[in-house]
Nanobody, 123 residues
Framework: QVQLVESGGGLVQAGASLRLSCAAS????????MAWFRQVPGKERAFVAT????????NYADSVKGRFTISRNNVVNTVYLQMNSLKPEDTGVYYCAGRGDGPSSSPLSYDYWGQGTQVTVSS
């Protein structure tokens, strides 16, 4: 089993930056692909970004390309999401997810999930 714990969310104004962290523990592996999803009330979890186990491959939702950066440090088993130029539409609960396979943008592909961290961007 893998446990994931997100942190770094908060309330910010539009244009600000935040960095989310996802700390993994348990049966962790640098082969695990990781991803970030976000969810707002009444909607399904939406893909934000994913990264391969090595960190070489990344992929982003069109809505965040050029503003968000996903990265990982396998020494400390942590994945990050640097969010710049935040917009009100970025508001939501951000979830970290992991899977023992390659990167994917589908939430159904992921086996492990964190509890989520709230990000609120005011206009």
């Amino acid at each position: 089993q893998v446990q994931l714990v997100e942190s770094g969310g908060g309330l910010v104004q539009a244009g600000a930056s935040l960095r989310l962290s996802c700390a993994a523990s348990g049966r962790t592996s640098s082969n695990y692909a990781m991803a970030w999803f976000r969810q707002v009330p009444g909607k399904e979890r939406a893909f934000v970004a994913t990264i391969s186990g090595s960190g070489i491959y990344t992929n982003y939702a069109d809505s965040v390309k050029g503003r968000f950066t996903i990265s990982r440090n396998n020494v400390v088993n942590t994945v990050y999401l640097q969010m710049n130029s935040l917009k009100p539409e970025d508001t939501g609960v951000y979830y970290c997810a992991g899977r023992g396979d390659g990167p994917s943008s589908s939430p159904l592909s992921y086996d492990y999930w964190g509890q989520g961290t709230q990000v609120t961007v005011s206009s």
